[in-house]
């Protein structure tokens, strides 16, 4: 009697497709959740960066004063105009990856020779709570300093970009 051929897998061949996708599967989970962490939590520097960016912009678009303000405490920076109306708040915790400790700090920078008009400016000592973008696209010259990573950002008061990244003491 002649046996006919049938189609189709083997219960062996089933179970070993089955345990090699089981297995690449595995192997797919920990970058895929990697990479999802990454796209949720952005890097403290680049937050910042958006920030001012949009303060910028919004006092420009707005035609009036606005006021970024770092509250310390809680470590949320709120933007808002020079009257009090909330545009955002952003809470850096998550960017920062730190709880209840102080991220980061607002210095105003001051021409070194008053009298010079190079371009040449230091920090002031004291830090300030708040630095205001106005209208004309300008704010007041400023450094940022991220607390825990040494990095101090000397932002240019009209393009809403780093013109120093300082880091431990090195420039680039």
Known sequence: MRRLQQAGFTVVEVFLVITL???VATLMVVPVQHMAEQV??????????N??????MEARQRNIPVVLHYAGE????????????MIEEIDLQ?????????????????PED??????AYETEEESIDSIVFHPA???????????QKDIRLVMDPFSSEPLIREVEGHES
């Open 137 to 147: 696209g300008a704010s007041a010259p400023f450094a940022i300093e991220l607390l």
């Open 74 to 85: 809680s470590n949320v920076l709120e933007l808002a105009t020079a009257s009090g109306i």
């Open 114 to 119: 008053p009298k010079n008009e190079s371009l």
């Open 94 to 110: 998550a960017a920062a990856g730190e709880e209840d400790a102080e991220i980061l700090r607002f210095f105003r920078m001051l």
């Open 21 to 23: 996708l089981a297995i």
């Open 51 to 56: 920030v001012v960016r949009k303060a910028h």
């Open 40 to 49: 949720q939590v952005r890097p403290l520097e680049e937050t910042l960066l």
